[in-house]
């Protein structure tokens, strides 16, 4: 009855270990390869030099991702609206502060102006159409400057309405990045909405983010490879009183950067579940049944489940030798499979032989019943018959406690061994 309902047990806690190894080692960690999981950190005061050495030089980038609009008449996207089209609507500036050159300690330096560029897309060939604004740099950092962005709609009225708007109000979403990487920005920053007559000021501080280079190794727990840039983040947003770029389709956004004496934010992808960590979870419950399984039936689960003993002198690695080895332990040990095999003799070795340590491996394939506790004693009976010592009758073993044993006959009788 034990025996039943100890491989019931087995059969049920094993299943649930298939499902939850196949939950966690497989299906969690795809799932976290399109719904990333990030951690936020806040850094105050000065931040470590390592934790920005690789990160990437900031530069503006404005942009128009025009492959992620869709057309409303079917036509293509390219014909609508042109690169030349595109950049006498839309200009963007670098503003440098006044005394540049005295906090550079450069007087002939030539100051960075920003450049038109279109880059198609590698899938569509749609371009995207950018502006590209960047840094001077210092023996320690980077200088970034303020922007100016005019956007003049009236040539841009006809194409925006054969585009799909994402309301009634005609706009033009331009993505306003600092990561250096056009991929990064559009996938990372959110795009400011323009709106034709509407002239606004906004300040802007830094965010870090860290981001995995491929997202389905990451998954695996052991190529969490990353890279890191600078996030723009807008603070702010102010009417511009200062504008001069006016009028009823003519619209402005100046960004100028704020000082931030508060904390810095680093935004980091990470793994809740990786094969890695489904393993070690799976292990941890593992354990915890085993455990449990030894504590009520004195074997682990395993060993339920396979019927072996629970110690093995030799690994699975040794199998590749078994004959060699067999024969070596025969040398060694010529009498281990004899000794202590008539039922008179069998004591602590014999018990200890019958049900902890596995000799399987010595057993001939051709002998089914010298390895089983069963077959050692008929075997002995059967000797003992046959040499007149006993008449031969079946026999049971049942231990009362660890230092005897009783044997009964078919007729009651018992003796002591």
């Known amino acids: 009855m034990v025996r039943a309902i100890r491989g019931l047990l087995a059969i049920i806690v094993l299943s649930a270990v298939l499902f939850y190894t196949l939950s966690n080692v497989i299906f969690a960690p795809v799932k976290e390869t399109a719904l990333s999981p990030v951690k936020s950190f806040r850094i105050s005061?000065?931040?470590p030099s390592d934790l920005l050495e690789d990160i990437n030089i900031p530069a503006w980038d404005v942009t128009y991702a025009l492959p992620y609009e869709s057309s409303i008449t079917g036509a293509d996207l390219t014909s609508l609206i042109s690169q030349d089209q595109f950049f006498s609507a839309v200009n963007v500036t670098a503003v440098w502060p006044s005394n540049i050159l005295l906090l550079v300690n450069?007087?002939?330096l030539v100051l960075p102006v920003c450049h038109q560029k279109a880059l198609p897309?590698?899938?569509?060939?749609?371009?995207?159409?950018?502006?590209?604004?960047?840094?001077?740099?210092?023996e320690t950092s980077y200088i970034l400057p303020d922007l100016q962005i005019n956007v003049d709609f009236g040539p841009l009225m006809d194409v925006l309405s054969n585009i799909a708007q994402a309301s009634a109000r005609t706009q033009l979403p331009l993505l306003i990045g600092l990561a250096n990487d056009l991929y990064d920005d559009i996938i990372r920053t959110v795009p400011v909405t323009f709106l034709p007559g509407v002239n606004m000021a906004a300040s802007v501080i830094v965010d870090v983010r860290q981001v995995y280079t491929n997202g389905a190794l990451a998954a695996?727990?052991?190529f969490e490879i990353t890279r890191t840039f600078w996030l723009p983040r807008l603070v702010a947003f102010y009417p511009d009183t200062a504008a001069t770029f006016t009028g009823s389709n003519l619209s402005s956004l100046n960004i100028f950067w704020q000082r931030n004496y508060g904390e810095l934010a680093f935004v980091q992808d990470y793994r809740e579940n990786s094969v890695v960590a489904?393993?070690?979870s799976v292990g941890g419950l593992w354990t915890a049944f085993s455990g449990i399984f030894a504590i009520i039936f004195g074997a682990s689960m395993l060993h339920t489940l396979y019927g072996s003993k629970p110690l093995s002198i030799f690994g699975i690695a040794h199998q590749f030798q078994a004959e060699t080895m067999k024969k070596e332990a025969k040398r060694l040990y010529p009498n281990i499979?004899?000794?202590?095999?008539s039922l008179e003799q069998r004591g602590l070795l014999s018990l200890l032989r019958d049900h902890l340590i596995d000799l399987s491996f010595l057993d001939d394939k051709n002998d089914n019943s010298s390895g089983s506790l069963e077959g050692r004693i008929k075997k002995s009976d059967e000797e003992r018959v046959d040499s007149g010592k006993v008449?031969?009758?079946?026999?049971?073993?049942s231990w009362r406690d660890t230092d005897s044993s009783e044997i009964q006959n078919e007729n009651g009788?018992?003796?002591n061994t």
């Open 45 to 47: 005061g000065y931040t």
């Open 220 to 222: 695996l727990g052991i």
């Open 106 to 108: 450069n007087s002939e």
């Open 413 to 415: 009788s018992t003796s």
């Open 278 to 280: 489904g393993f070690s």
């Open 121 to 138: 897309d590698a899938h569509t060939g749609v371009p995207y159409y950018f502006y590209h604004c960047p840094p001077i740099p210092t």
């Open 391 to 397: 008449e031969k009758s079946p026999v049971t073993i």
């Open 337 to 341: 499979m004899e000794e202590n095999r």
